[in-house]
């Protein structure tokens, strides 16, 4: 029959035919901070994941709305239409980005090395048409699916498969930040403020007194004269040792 055939042609077409299926991409580790923000999310970069491709292909990344993943078309250019970041969301259900060759993934990597991509991290180039594979902050928070395609040329030689949803921070509004916290907060808030009140009033009636009293026993205080000291001289008479009687 023809169906085969049709369903041959069809993945072809759609780059998918033969194409090996690798490790999907995942978020970098927490501990590095800011792994998800409210237009960013960090990724492990795919170090030893493209093992039999040429030194020259290029790895993209592409970023997907989930509804654009069970049909996505490997075969459409980088860039292209349906593949502007300026359009993401809009027209474009994709966009691919942070293309570089297989060499700038070394396998394995130096024990030590930050080895992420933060993805939208590019503000300069978010509005300019001139750069659709702009890696722009992302335009809400999702979600969003992600995976590595590689390239030879335009040819789709190998793809990882689609990472999990990934949904981004959602910033609250400042009326909904609550500044007190519980009605028990707020409570504990007023008794250390009047305790603090009462200890400064104590202390400053504290330092009053001390000052009074030593005010007080400052004036009451009499001295005595000195008596006056009679200091007698004395005049050293010497003796002579007197002549010895004569016999």
């Not at 180039?125 to 995976?147: E, F, H, I, M, S």
């Not at 000052?211 to 400052?218: C, F, N, T, V």
Request: aromatic share 6%; proline share 9%.
């Amino acid at each position: 029959t023809m169906l085969p055939l049709l369903l041959l042609l069809l993945a072809t077409a759609h780059g998918l035919a033969s194409l090996p299926t690798l490790e999907a991409p995942v978020l970098a580790s927490s501990s590095l901070g800011g792994q998800i923000t409210t237009s960013t999310f960090v990724l492990e970069q795919p170090r030893c994941v493209f093992k039999n491709v040429q030194e020259d292909t290029v790895i993209w990344l592409v970023v997907a709305d989930p509804k654009a993943v069970p049909d996505f078309d490997n075969s459409v250019e980088p860039g292209g239409p349906g593949r502007e970041f300026q359009q993401f969301l809009n027209s474009s259900l994709a966009y691919m980005t942070l293309n570089t060759t297989i060499l700038n993934y070394p396998c394995p990597k130096n024990p030590g090395d930050i080895t992420v991509l933060r993805v939208g991290s590019e503000t300069s180039c978010a509005t300019d048409k001139a750069r659709p594979t702009c890696n722009g902050p992302l335009p809400g928070p999702g979600p969003y699916q992600v995976k590595f395609l590689a390239l030879n040329g335009s040819k789709p030689v190998a793809q990882t498969a689609w990472s999990k949803p990934i949904t981004l921070r959602t910033a609250q509004a400042p009326g909904s930040i609550s500044v007190l916290g519980s009605g028990h907060s707020a409570g504990m808030i007023a008794l250390t403020s009047i305790l603090s009140i009462l200890f400064a009033i104590l202390l400053a009636g504290l330092v009053a007194m001390l000052i009074w009293g030593l005010d007080a026993s400052s004036g009451s205080s009499t001295f005595s004269k000195p008596e006056a000291v009679t200091v007698r001289r004395y005049n050293t008479h010497h003796v002579y040792d007197q002549p010895a009687a004569r016999l």
